[in-house]
């Protein structure tokens, strides 16, 4: 399977797919860091379209509140790098999208640091039927190491949870 990144997510990604199709459950995302790489890689797996409804590609933090439903004075008081925002992007991305599971990245790639916050600090979240959870990372490398990490991390918080 061709991978943009040249990371180790299309497995990751396989074995989501292959679990959301067996539970008849349905997934979409909402992505700052990342840019549209998770969505991607989970539609690089045969028979993704019976369970990807679709995802967010939120990289300004003003669409992160618009798009995907964050509140505004969430993203005010805290900024975009935040666990509590990477858990609204999930719940939003799910709730309009109409999905089961919403999975979400927010974090920094770098090359430099943002809003007072570490470059390779990068926050993936997802919500879902039985619940909702938040990891922090702290990845090392640079952009393209940090944003791969993080995409195949999004996709094995959520495989723990399926």
């Known amino acids: 399977m061709p991978d943009p990144l040249g990371h180790a997510a299309v497995p990751a990604a396989a074995g989501v797919v292959h679990a959301l199709v067996e539970r008849r459950e349905t997934l979409a995302t ?3 860091l990342t840019g549209g790489l998770v969505a991607a890689t989970i539609v690089e797996v045969a028979g993704a379209s019976a369970v990807f409804r679709g995802g967010l590609v939120v990289y300004a933090t003003d669409l992160k509140a618009t798009l995907a439903g964050v509140p505004a004075d969430l993203l005010d008081a805290r900024g975009p790098v935040d666990p509590d925002v990477a858990l609204a992007l999930a719940e939003g991305c799910r709730a309009r ?11 920094v790639a770098g090359p430099e640091p943002q809003g007072g916050r570490p ?14 959870a938040v990891r922090e990372l702290a990845l090392v490398g640079d952009r393209r190491a940090i944003r791969s990490a993080s995409v195949t991390e999004a996709l094995r918080l959520l495989k723990e949870h399926l």
């Not at 999208?97 to 974090?107: E, F, R, V």
């Open 30 to 32: 909402a992505e700052s």
């Open 97 to 107: 999208c109409g999905a089961d599971w919403g999975l979400s990245t927010t974090g």
């Open 119 to 132: 470059v390779g600090l990068v926050y993936v979240a997802l919500a879902g039927p039985t619940g909702s």
